[in-house]
């Protein structure tokens, strides 16, 4: 069969850089879908993204379906055949359905019944009369906003401009929102015209003449060679954040690096504050000595070539010495005030009208603070924890959180430091925001981590009091977020709270303050519930085997850090010799523990032979250093170390006697010994191969 490439491309007004990765692998995930459905067989895929533009270009698509033969499998022959021997009402719908008539029917046998069979064949069609339906692709993808343009019905993420459909030379003929596919595409907005693309091949060269790199990757490559020549040049270290790289290299077609300057006066200003002015608002880059000074300049990217580039680079210096000039107005003003006037202010602002003003929450930290010391045995730290959680939110009330509220808990240490606070209470304050996404740290002081826990676990509690939960992907709070960095902390910690204790401490403020507006037990079940989830995904991502994930948080959940070790001695031991016989082994005590309805004390006397007794002296020296022992490894080493008695007590022993006496010691026994092992892991819950 011949083959020939596709091309799809969609133009757009330009996309939020935000969106543009993401719709780029959306439409090249769909197409490919859509031809392995449609049993059309193709090569390689390329996706292009650029502000302005999504494309695909498939290699090698076959120019035909694959012709398909497959055996369907009807009702039973009984069915299928009435008492006199004729086609029932069955067998003739089933071959209707199939396209076939009686005449096609042949019996098969399956596993001693016959029933009725015919062979289909399915001739392909032509690839070119289906590619209209690329159409309904473009129409069914999903963004995070769509939008209406003009008297069009159809919402998507931005008014579509131009449509290219190419299969080889041939236009694809569908229209979307009144555009009509063609073979025209845009060059760059000011550096390029309009061309044609004669075959889907082209589509990249074609582009590059237009002053657009179509791939994103290529793209991304050029702006760090650029970014590289200029450290090489200046003798600069140029920190690149991989996030502003993406949205940069998402806002342009044709890069071009440049640098600019600002006055040095403005190096008396936090580093933070210089660096999150020109990273989260401008978009630039900072530029570091070789010491990690922050520098007086900052590298932007432009979307154009190398003209001209003192003109532009001293609009961007306009633009950001404006802002710059406003964030030092701030910071000077800020100092003006005491933090106690500061945390009055945090009377007037509610934090939700359901759990009260942030003055409120304040409080409820500080008391879980000081339960959390309590807990934790900690002497040393629990004054400056308590100050911290007291005074952690004065910053949110200043002129430079309010302008950049990506700087809360940065502003809140160098100002508590510039009022006098302890460098360790100031620096708890920032870190009591951590870990603040997915790839963040926890808090490395005891301190701070102290506080996060204390503010993430009140978050946690007074939404789930009064009902607030996350459900499916609308997490409006982030308490999602929030959940894993309490899981986070407690297993980088290995503080020996169990996260129960700490769902018990965390609802007494709702409790106490009247924010609870549920069942109590209810509420505690649904965090349990919330918190197991993120402890799964958290064991998940680091590859461990769903089966022994499941195993480990059968029962409660207890110490996090005791769960994950657990879980990665599982993983560490799975593929080791004699594992499978030690977990067949437990597994069958564990079984036959669940017939124990009546637990009664296990009595040495009422054993009828050595094997009973044997099992159960190990049993207890195997639990007293089970419970002495701290290492998980250790622990599993002790549990597995009753194999060889349990086999023994099974080949000698009917535990479901008769008696029902020895029947209840017996099974007493295995629930003792199946409780033992449980509060390790459910290991019949393990899959074995």
Not at 257 to 274: I, K, S, T
Not at 421 to 449: L, Q, T
């Amino acid at each position: 069969m011949s083959k020939r490439d596709l091309l799809l491309e969609i133009g757009l007004e330009e996309l939020p850089a935000r969106f543009v990765t993401a719709s780029m692998k959306q439409l090249s995930d769909k197409v490919q879908k859509w031809l392995t459905e449609k049993a059309i067989e193709f090569g390689t895929v390329e996706a292009f993204s650029t502000p302005r533009r999504l494309a695909v270009l498939v290699k090698d698509v076959e120019e035909s379906q694959k012709d398909i033969e497959e055996e369907a499998k009807g009702p039973a022959k009984k069915i299928a055949l009435d008492s006199e021997g004729n086609w029932s009402k069955a067998a003739l719908g089933f071959v209707r359905g199939q396209g076939m008539t009686s005449e096609d029917i042949y019996f098969k046998e399956l596993k001693g019944v016959e029933y009725v069979h015919v062979n289909k064949f399915i001739k392909g069609q032509q690839t070119v009369q289906l590619l209209s339906e690329l159409a309904e692709i473009i129409t069914g993808m999903t963004f995070p906003k769509n939008m209406r343009w003009a008297n069009q019905e159809l919402r998507f993420v931005r008014p579509i401009k131009w449509l290219i459909a190419l299969f080889g030379n041939e236009i694809v003929p569908f229209s979307i929102a009144d555009v009509e596919t063609g073979r025209e595409t845009k060059g760059h907005r000011f550096l390029g015209n309009s061309a044609i693309i004669e075959q889907p091949e082209q589509y990249e060269d074609t582009l590059t003449e237009q002053f657009v790199m179509a791939d994103p990757d290529k793209r991304r490559q050029v702006i760090l060679d650029q970014i590289k020549e200029l450290e090489q040049e200046k003798g600069w270290i140029i920190p690149v954040d991989e996030d502003l790289l993406e949205e940069v290299n998402n806002l342009v077609e044709y890069p071009t690096v440049l640098f600019g300057h600002f006055e040095e006066e403005f190096l008396e200003l936090p580093a933070e504050v210089l660096i999150t002015s020109m990273k989260e608002h401008q978009r630039y880059f900072p530029v570091k000595d070789q010491e990690g000074n922050l520098l007086a300049y900052f590298v932007t990217v432009r979307n154009g070539d190398d003209r001209h580039l003192d003109k532009v680079s001293k609009g961007n210096e306009k633009v950001l010495r404006a802002r710059l000039s406003d964030a030092a107005f701030f910071y000077k003003e800020d100092q003006k005030k005491e933090i106690s006037d500061a945390l009055k202010k945090l009377d007037s602002i509610v934090y939700h009208e359901e759990i009260g003003t942030l003055a409120e929450k304040t409080a409820r930290v500080t008391e879980v603070t000081g339960a959390l010391a309590d807990a934790l045995n900690l002497k040393a730290e629990k004054e400056m924890a308590l100050r911290t959680a007291a005074i952690a939110k004065f910053d949110l009330v200043s002129n430079m959180v309010y302008e950049f509220p990506e700087l809360q808990g940065y502003m809140g240490e160098k100002y508590a430091l510039l009022k006098g606070e302890a460098k360790e209470v100031a620096a708890a304050i920032n870190e009591h925001y951590m870990p603040r996404h997915a790839d963040d740290a926890v808090p490395p002081s005891v301190i701070g981590a102290v506080v996060s826990l204390a503010e993430k676990i009140d978050t946690l509690s007074s939404f789930f009091a009064i009902g607030v939960i996350p459900t499916g992907s609308q997490d409006p709070y982030a308490l999602r977020r929030q959940a894993s960095g309490v899981v986070q902390i407690l297993a980088e910690k290995k503080w020996n709270i169990s996260l129960e204790e700490l769902i018990v401490l965390g609802l007494k403020g709702p409790e106490s303050k009247g924010i609870l507006k549920r069942d109590l037990e209810e509420v505690k079940a649904d965090m349990f519930t919330f918190f197991k989830a993120r402890v799964k995904h958290m064991l998940q991502e680091q590859q461990i085997r769903y089966d022994l994930i499941d195993a480990v948080l059968f029962n409660e959940i207890g110490y996090i850090h005791s769960i994950v070790e657990r879980a990665h001695v599982l993983d560490a031991k799975k593929e080791e010799a004699g594992f499978k016989e030690s977990l067949e082994a437990l597994s069958r005590v564990m079984n036959i523990a669940v017939k124990c309805d009546n637990q009664v004390t296990v009595d040495p006397a009422a054993f009828e032979n050595d094997q009973e007794n044997a099992l159960y002296v190990k049993y207890q020296k195997v639990a007293m250093r089970y419970m002495e022992s701290k290492d998980e490894n250790e622990r599993f080493e002790e549990l597995v170390s009753l194999q060889s008695e349990i086999e023994s007590y099974f080949e000698n022993t009917m535990v479901m006697a008769e008696d029902e006496a020895i029947r209840n010691n017996r099974l007493s026994l295995m629930k003792e010994i199946s409780d033992l092992v449980a509060g390790f892991a459910a290991m019949n819950k393990i899959i074995l191969t």
